[in-house]
């Protein structure tokens, strides 16, 4: 079996589309019911008194493992990168389309992300 070698074009689609696809399992409210089974928020309270918050998983076992994976950005992506690369690479025919609209979902979020700097 030959390893197969990404040209710079799909390289960097394949970045795009992972950035989307952990920004959208980790942050997005859209999946946040995916998310809610597996994850608790908690508080705590800093030295200066400032209450902050974070999600962290919930339960035990595999609940916990998902959960925390979930709460863990840098985590997700490595598994989001996985899933992409084998699946473009073994199942071409539908992970080209499913790469080219994270990729330009990826786009368009830097986009938003630039605008709304302008403007404030």
Not at 63 to 89: E, H, K, M, N, P
Request: hydrophobic content about 55%.
């Amino acid at each position: 079996m030959a390893i197969y070698s990404l040209s710079v074009y799909e390289f960097i689609l394949l970045a795009l589309a992972v950035f989307r696809l952990t920004h959208l399992l980790v942050f997005d409210e859209i999946t946040e019911f995916m998310r809610k089974p597996f994850q608790e928020l908690k508080e705590e309270r800093d030295e200066n008194g400032e209450i902050f918050q974070y999600f962290t998983g919930r339960g035990k076992g595999i609940q916990r493992f998902i959960g925390d994976l979930l709460s863990c950005y840098w985590c997700t992506g490595i598994w989001a990168a996985i899933f992409l690369y084998v699946g473009f690479i073994y199942f071409p025919l539908v992970f080209v389309v499913m790469v080219n609209i994270f990729a330009l979902a990826g786009v368009a979020a830097f986009i938003e992300t630039a605008i709304k700097r302008l403007n404030h």
